[in-house]
């Protein structure tokens, strides 16, 4: 005991205390106040001691990702009850989302804490972003591009039951192939909601641990402090120094409810929780701190203190003000400082064109040279091949394998890691193989990427860009042609890009590179070497190396005749991608009297030119290669009608392809499927005649 003492400080030990009882009274007047506190929460009841025994070690370098039950992790590194009960109230001065997300979903930026990236609901899926923060880190401090006062370290911490997540074993992996300073802080209740550990997995984090080669391991009773302060003590300062990953296994006890929706009393008998209140850590260091010679009296002021403190700041929050209705929409977006075309799209001493994925290589390079924080990383981009439709060729022997590389095939990982890099103000450019391929990544890119800056307030916007090569021609099959534009188009919070040809694809990745909000870029495999028939046009002029594009401005391909449109005579095709060439195609054959724009982004979408055009002619088809029904295409045609109405001399069309559930691999079923220039050609002359 006295050489615990030794290494623990009195001071340490009864500020651990004080935080417990704090933790406990909060937790007390929630429960007693249940009409006041409606929305959802949880409390750390029974993860007091691994919680603040983590916090104590923490330094403002270092990086931690609590979850929904570390209100005492919070407490321990400096946030005030007030400001934690601010959010459990969803008032406007919540410091973390304004009001928008949960209790104990934090995020903070403040200098003299810990910085903590967007939390969100969805256990286990913090693995990868806050993986990303470590990945960040290691890039920052091997290029020297930050200097810091002590090695930074990051902590995930995860609830047992969250471990059996595919994506954490994502996260585990890249932390131990790429060796990153990451502790991940496993609680280990026994519970995940009503499902036991018994019914839910094989083994507990740290024998499952086991299999990932590099990840080292350590057990602690995370309800003792005592031992928990120690262990994490050699745990940060082990990842600090050896900048090397560390699970630590920390069992711990639920002494409160799930969450104030889910009460104990639904699931559990009195035999097991009598079980865990008996490891109460409160308790237990209550005993521990009598039997070294604290005064009990001392012990039961510091308790009754904590009650009227957390007494006060529930008070002084119930009497904050509550959002304005009309933030509601804040944060969605951060500015972008790209708003207007600039630089030289055809350069004069460029005269030989050139294909989109050059344009696409030759812009990536360009920001590299110019921009250390940015990096490109994926399945095959490396300078191995250069990506399998030689998408980042040279990019890998130009920059190194520590700024161009391959990942393993984990495009959850690809994607989420981007919000941890983009945090550490990094730029990641990464590629997501085939489109087809993109469904594993959604989970990332709905629940931490797109709401990262809306449930942040504005703090943590992620700024990354996602190379998508999309679409169909030649046989490619069912699982390698497919478009998923309308599924990425119904995710709010993210942009998304659909270049036609070259100049704009080398424009609007420029303008992706700037935007510091999280943007896709759609490239068509059909267009990136103009093989498909009657994509000749897709080849341009190489823009100059300042040349930008920004989002959200459509351009009019073909022009109607002015002299046909007085007659009543004209229609617009609204389009994207391969519908560009299909349209330009089927236009040879109305001479004067079709008008075709190509939208460029679908996110944001340039109504406004839409919305103009359709008025002057009256008449209006969206083409889109996805298959039509419930597509983006369909929405906007619906959409273009409600605000033309007045003005249409016939309902507004939408063409694609066939319902079917994927493009069939026969040459002769693909072209059945798929729109082209012929069937939007018949398309076309029926809503001019009629």
């Not at 030794?6 to 007390?28: F, R």
């Not at 602690?220 to 031992?227: K, M, P, Y």
């Not at 929780?273 to 001392?298: C, F, I, S, V, W």
């Not at 942040?456 to 534009?485: D, L, M, Q, T």
Request: proline letters at 5%; glycine letters at 8%; one cysteine or more.
């Amino acid at each position: 005991m006295e050489k615990v003492q030794e290494k623990i400080k009195q001071d340490t030990l009864l500020q651990a205390y004080q935080h417990m009882m704090l933790a406990k009274a909060m937790a007390d007047i929630y429960e007693e106040n249940r009409s006041i506190t409606k929305y959802v929460h949880s409390t750390s009841r029974g993860h007091e001691a691994i919680q603040l025994a983590t916090a104590y070690h923490l330094c403002p370098e270092d990086w931690v990702s609590p979850y929904y039950r570390d209100e005492s992790l919070l407490l321990g590194i400096g946030f005030e009850p007030y400001r934690l009960m601010l959010q459990l109230l969803a008032k406007a001065n919540d410091p973390f989302s304004g009001g928008r997300s949960y209790y104990s979903h934090p995020s903070s930026r403040e200098e003299d804490k810990p910085k903590i990236i967007h939390q969100s609901s969805a256990t286990g899926m913090q693995a990868i972003p806050t993986t990303g923060v470590a990945q960040g880190l290691k890039y920052i401090q091997e290029f020297n591009l930050q200097n810091f006062d002590k090695n930074p370290v990051v902590v995930c911490s995860l609830g047992d039951n969250s471990v059996t997540e595919g994506e954490v074993a994502e996260a585990f992996q890249f932390a131990a192939l790429h060796q990153l300073p990451i502790i991940f802080l496993v609680q280990d209740n026994d519970w995940g909601i009503s499902v036991t550990k018994e019914e839910a997995r094989t083994s507990d984090a740290y024998d499952y641990a086991a299999g990932f080669v590099g990840l080292n391991r350590m057990r602690v009773d995370g309800t003792n402090f005592v031992e928990s302060y120690l262990a994490m003590q050699e745990a940060i300062n082990f990842v600090r120094n050896e900048r090397k990953p560390m699970l630590v296994c920390a069992k711990t006890v639920l002494i409160g409810h799930h969450t104030s929706g889910v009460r104990r009393e639904f699931y559990r008998d009195d035999a097991d929780l009598e079980k865990h209140r008996a490891q109460d850590p409160g308790k237990k260091l209550y005993a521990y701190l009598l039997d070294n010679g604290t005064d009990e009296n001392h012990l039961k002021q510091i308790e009754k203190k904590a009650r009227l403190e957390a007494e006060q700041a529930f008070e002084k929050a119930c009497n904050a003000e509550d959002p304005k209705a009309e933030s509601v929409e804040d944060f969605v977006f951060a500015p972008t400082p790209i708003t207007e075309e600039v630089g030289e799209r055809c350069p004069a001493e460029n005269t030989e064109k050139i294909v989109m994925v050059d344009a696409a290589i030759h812009a990536i390079q360009e920001l590299m040279w110019k921009h250390p924080e940015a990096l490109l990383y994926g399945q095959d981009v490396g300078a191995r091949i250069g990506g399998v439709f030689r998408e980042t060729v040279t990019l890998g022997g130009k920059f190194g394998e520590k700024r161009v590389f391959n990942t393993a095939i984990q495009e959850a990982y690809i994607i989420g890691s981007t919000v941890g890099m983009s945090a550490v103000g990094l730029k990641p450019i990464v590629e997501v193989q085939f489109a087809d391929y993109i469904y594993p990544g959604i989970n990332q890119l709905i629940t931490e990427i797109s709401k990262s800056s809306y449930l942040s307030g504005g703090k943590f916007p992620v700024s990354n860009i996602i190379r998508v090569p999309i679409g169909a021609y030649g046989g490619g099959g069912p699982y390698h042609s497919g478009s998923v534009e309308s599924i990425l188009a119904n995710i709010k919070g993210i942009k998304i890009a659909y270049p036609s040809n070259a100049a704009d694809f080398k424009g609007l990745l420029k303008a992706a590179y700037y935007d510091p909000n999280p943007v896709i870029m759609l490239e068509h495999k059909g267009l990136y070497w103009s093989k498909v028939p009657g994509t000749e046009d897709a080849k341009t002029i190489e823009p100059a190396e300042d040349y930008i594009l920004p989002f959200g401005k459509a351009n009019t391909v073909i022009a109607a005749d002015d002299g046909e449109i007085n007659k009543g005579r004209t229609m617009v095709v609204v389009t994207y991608g391969m519908g560009v060439y299909w349209a330009k195609e089927a236009a040879k054959q109305f001479q004067g009297r079709v008008e075709v724009i190509d939208l460029r982004t679908l996110i944001p979408l340039d109504e406004s030119l839409v919305f103009e055009r359709v008025k002057v002619h009256g008449k209006c088809l969206v083409l889109t290669e996805e298959q039509i029904q419930n597509s983006f295409a369909e929405a906007f045609a619906h959409r273009i009608s409600n605000h033309c109405f007045k003005y249409l001399d016939a309902p507004v069309e939408a063409m694609g392809s066939l319902n079917l559930p994927a493009v069939p691999i026969n040459l002769i079923l693909e072209k059945e499927m798929l729109p082209n220039a012929e069937k939007l050609a018949l398309k076309i002359r029926k809503i001019l005649n009629d």
